[in-house]
């Protein structure tokens, strides 16, 4: 893999992939012929810096390979888009393990809302995610459908598009931009994005050893009167075998404080009306946009009950993917542990909570955890590192 620099950013110029050699800007090096595939396809599209506007970012500027489809500017809480002065409102999440993810769905057993993308489940697939950003003015900032279509007509692989969806398919930019989500979700569904591959995966199959402090560390993740992390973070695999998700892709608010170093707040007024002062309502928005399209709501609920709620994100990765929290509020591993274990305890440390009506106040705040139980936990959640190696 090596890297460059388009526009005063970290680039992938070409990485080793499904189909031989992609460049940033879509040409290819060194490799065979890509294969006639959506995934191959999608891989193409996927690190492609020519289909921002103006050109220089593409979806692996942000969901970088070797930083688990994360940001590689970890100096940064959220991330610069193809203009430099302006900032997203929230931490890049990875996107490794993202496929699993269910559809966004009420659940009416649980009485939660549960699955989708994005850190608020806006994004209901997959495909839905891999749309928003080409369009969105502070990410790769086209102006509409029809200019990124016409990037990718003009792009090298543009017979490989035609070859994969037939002649002409890209004579209609709406339907061509479907296809072009298309292609990225089933790039994003092949086992690039989940290798199973840490040491931890290496132990369940018996094929690794953790040590006596990731075992303890274990133990504390999973007990209810300790860490209880796999309360939302499972950490067995399932009933049929499938190795652990961390996540049950449920949204909570774990009462983070506002981070004053997010750039966000330092855009111009057209993309943040408020400055300082901005609050990111989470799942709130979600469930209001739900409201209004549909008329009604699932019973018992109501988005002023999903304010500052998030995505529970894969652990997985976890010690490679900071910063940290929807607003990159943390720099470190053991500082989002020390959090959870002392948030009540010491909440003039952390300081108050950006959205403090929903905060959960049950599962998380006052754990009890000694400072050698906070570096086990943090022990073990480090053997959740895909490429893991005896």
Known sequence: MRFGFVGGRCCVVAVVTLSGVAGCNGERADGPPPAVTAEALGEQLFFDTSLSEPPGQSCASCHEP?????????????????????????????????????????????????????????????????????????????????????????????????????????????????????????????????????????????????????????????????????????????????????????????????????????NDPAFNADGADYVDPGLADTVQAILERDGALPEGTAPEAERGKFKVSTLRNVAVTGPYMHNGVFTTLRQVVQFYNTRDLHPQRWGPAEVPETVNAEELGDLGLSDQEVDDLVAFLRTLTDRYTP
């Not at 809480?77 to 993202?98: I, K, L």
């Not at 549960?114 to 997959?126: C, E, N, P, S, Y």
């Not at 061509?176 to 199959?205: C, Q």
């Open 66 to 266: 070797g930083h688990a489809f994360t940001d590689p500017d970890k100096g940064v809480p959220t991330s610069e888009g193809v203009h430099a002065d302006r900032f997203g409102d929230r931490n890049t999440p990875t996107a490794m393990y993202a496929a699993f993810s269910p559809a966004f769905h009420f659940d009416e057993a649980e009485g939660l809302w549960v699955g989708g993308q994005f850190l608020d489940g806006r994004a209901a697939t997959l495909e839905e995610q891999a749309k928003a950003p080409f369009l969105n003015p502070l990410e790769m900032a086209n102006p509409d459908v029809e200019s990124v279509v016409e990037k990718v007509r003009a792009a090298v692989y543009a017979p490989l598009f035609e070859a994969v969806y037939g002649p002409r398919a890209l004579d209609d930019p709406e339907r061509a931009f479907e296809r072009v989500a298309e292609a990225i979700a089933a790039f994003e569904r092949t086992r690039v994005f989940a290798p199973f591959s840490s040491k931890y995966d290496a132990f369940l199959r018996g094929e690794a050893q953790l040590t006596e402090q990731e075992l303890r560390g274990r133990a504390i993740f999973e007990r209810p009167d300790k860490g209880n992390c796999a309360a939302c973070h499972p950490s067995r695999p399932g009933p049929d075998g499938a190795p652990p998700l961390f996540t049950d892709f449920t949204y909570d608010n774990l009462g983070v404080p506002k981070n004053p170093g997010n750039p966000f707040y330092e």
